[in-house]
């Protein structure tokens, strides 16, 4: 058991929201909070390579804190700056960000024939040690953070991991991911089942460190057909779920919520309530109602899920997107943590995002 002495947690909302306790109003955070759209983000990184802010303890727990700061009172989480590549990088790929582009994999994995794919499957990585620099910003960020709202660790999933290290960085027709699971099949189920075991003592190893909730990232999950969902991304899924748990009573640790976002996978919302995961991250393919009264049937929360897009819509639009989020997610007190359908994206005005906020604040009050 970590002994960190962190402070008392002052603002529990989100937590009690998570473990399907009734509350005053529904918690508020966005994905991709620490980000491009703020100003304060460019000030503090500068010229600075985005993994080396990452693996800076001071750089990733100030930029963790800004939008803490910046919208105080009416944020209730904060989730620690990094990057779900840390994993593929951990495995021994290299992995670059390109600015304006995003991810590059130098040298992705071709097939499973190559020397390289043996030696990313077989490689025995040593997720403590190799990712210490994300635990220690961990640690660092719960200290600064002085209690004020609680903190998230997170992780890529299998299925999106295995896309970006064949992909070798983001696409839009995923030739290289269907080659593997539709013509290497169980090559493809080696490499997951692989990296579902590194996500899970990279999760339990984030809670060691002081976070308090875990979000698990499938942002390509929609590229899959059902069927294929169910072979190479939800096992996977279940497996990090499923071991998480048994791995931090192992360790001497609470067991903290858990978070699936399966991003464009509308199809598989019963299975994924299905799964040990108390929380189903709801992208904005979902009319609350409906995906509400799903999640209700199986006792778990969902998080989200406007799109991020409507921020670039002004006040009217905003207004109309929340107050169908307040109505369908049950008035707001109970079983529903609010935030968009995806990050939030480059270019969005931070104001317009506090009125977001705020607006599920106000209308949140009343119902
Ligand atoms: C797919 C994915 C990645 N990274 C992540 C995902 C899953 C979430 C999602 O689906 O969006 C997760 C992520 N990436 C980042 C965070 C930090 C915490 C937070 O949410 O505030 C989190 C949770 C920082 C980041 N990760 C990245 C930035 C921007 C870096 C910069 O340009 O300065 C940030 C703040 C870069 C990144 N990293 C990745 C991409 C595709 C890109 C480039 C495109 C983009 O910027 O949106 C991979």
């Given at each position: 058991m970590a002994t960190h002495n962190f402070p008392p947690l002052k603002n529990d909302l989100l937590l009690r929201t998570a473990r399907n306790e009734t509350v005053a109003r529904p918690p508020c955070w966005v994905?991709?909070?620490a980000g491009r759209y703020l100003p304060e983000y460019h000030q503090e990184k500068g010229t600075k390579d985005f993994f080396e802010c990452c693996r800076s303890p001071e750089?990733?727990?100030?930029?963790?804190?800004?939008?803490?700061?910046?919208?105080?009172g009416l944020?209730?989480?904060?989730?620690?700056?990094?990057?779900?590549?840390?994993?593929?990088?951990?495995?021994?790929m290299e992995v670059i960000m390109v600015d304006g582009k995003g991810p590059v994999f130098p040298d992705p994995l071709k097939t499973p024939e190559d020397v390289q794919y043996r030696e990313v499957v077989e490689r025995h990585v040593d997720v403590k040690e190799s990712l210490d620099y994300v635990y220690k910003a961990i640690t660092m960020t719960r200290h600064k953070l002085d209690g004020r709202v609680p903190?998230?660790?997170?992780?890529?999933?299998?299925?999106?991991?295995?896309?970006?290290?064949?992909?070798?960085?983001?696409?839009?027709?995923?030739?290289?991911?269907?080659t593997w699971i539709y013509k290497y099949g169980d090559?493809?189920?080696?490499?997951?089942?692989?990296?579902?075991?590194?996500?899970?003592?990279?999760?339990?190893?984030?809670?060691?460190?002081?976070?308090?909730?875990?979000?698990?990232?499938?942002?390509?999950?929609?590229?899959?057909?059902?069927?294929s969902f169910r072979e190479f991304a939800l096992p996977y899924l279940e497996w990090i779920a499923d071991h998480v748990p048994d791995r931090l009573r192992e360790l001497g640790e609470e067991v903290v919520p858990m978070i699936v976002f399966a991003k464009g996978a509308w199809y598989a919302l019963e299975e994924l309530c299905q799964t040990k995961y108390d929380i189903v991250g709801l992208d904005w393919l979902h009319e609350p109602r409906e995906a509400y009264a799903i999640a209700q049937k199986y006792g778990k929360v969902v998080q989200g899920n406007a799109d991020p897009g409507v921020l670039y819509g002004g006040n009217a639009a905003i207004t109309k997107v929340v107050q169908n989020m307040v109505d369908g997610f049950g008035g707001g007190k109970k079983g529903w943590i609010a935030n968009l359908g995806h990050g939030i994206t480059p270019f969005v005005k931070p104001d317009d995002l506090k009125f977001y906020f705020a607006e599920i604040h106000r209308l949140s009050a009343g119902s």
């Open positions: 994905m991709r909070q750089i990733a727990s100030a930029l963790t804190l800004q939008p803490i700061d910046r919208f105080e944020i209730d989480a904060a989730i620690i700056f990094s990057d779900i590549l840390v994993i593929p990088q951990a495995m021994g903190l998230y660790g997170f992780c890529g999933a299998p299925f999106t991991l295995l896309c970006y290290m064949v992909e070798g960085g983001g696409s839009k027709i995923f030739k290289q991911t269907k090559e493809s189920k080696i490499l997951l089942q692989k990296i579902a075991e590194l996500c899970v003592e990279y999760l339990a190893m984030q809670v060691v460190a002081g976070a308090q909730i875990v979000q698990i990232f499938d942002s390509w999950a929609g590229e899959l057909s059902p069927a």
